[in-house]
């Protein structure tokens, strides 16, 4: 089983940056690709980056493309988004999400779809707002 601790949501004013952190814990070994997610209200949740463990790809959504960046630091297992120049529809509930299974592939390209993750987060709020 997986799970993880997402941390790094609050408000801040448009322009203004964040960064959000994902630790899982349990069994990591076979993550192939990490995956940022996020939910506005009154909309689906939408994919906003891909990080691939397996060849370092990533991806991201177009309306996020130069502003968000995801990384990794192996060191401490966590998973981070680096959001800059935030804006105010970019305020949703953020969740990061692991894939386990080889069925898409292990490689970031393309939309990030949420059935191709497997795990879950709990969620972190951004509110963007002056």
Not at 42 to 63: H, P
Not at 95 to 100: D, F, G, H, L, Q
Request: proline fraction near 3%.
């Amino acid at each position: 089983q997986l799970q993880f601790v997402e941390s790094g949501g609050g408000l801040v004013q448009p322009g203004g940056s964040l960064r959000l952190s994902c630790a899982p814990s349990g069994r990591t070994l076979d993550i192939y690709a990490w995956g940022w997610f996020r939910q506005a209200p009154g909309k689906e949740r939408e994919g906003v980056s891909c990080l691939s463990t397996s060849d370092g790809s990533t991806d991201y959504a177009d309306s996020v493309e130069g502003r968000f960046t995801i990384s990794r630091d192996n060191a401490a297992n966590t998973v981070y988004l680096q959001l800059n120049d935030l804006k105010p529809e970019d305020t949703a509930v953020y969740y990061c999400a692991a894939r386990v299974r080889d069925t898409f592939g292990t490689s970031c390209s393309g939309t990030i779809y949420l059935y191709e993750f497997d795990y879950w987060g709990q969620g972190t709020q951004v509110i963007v707002s002056s």
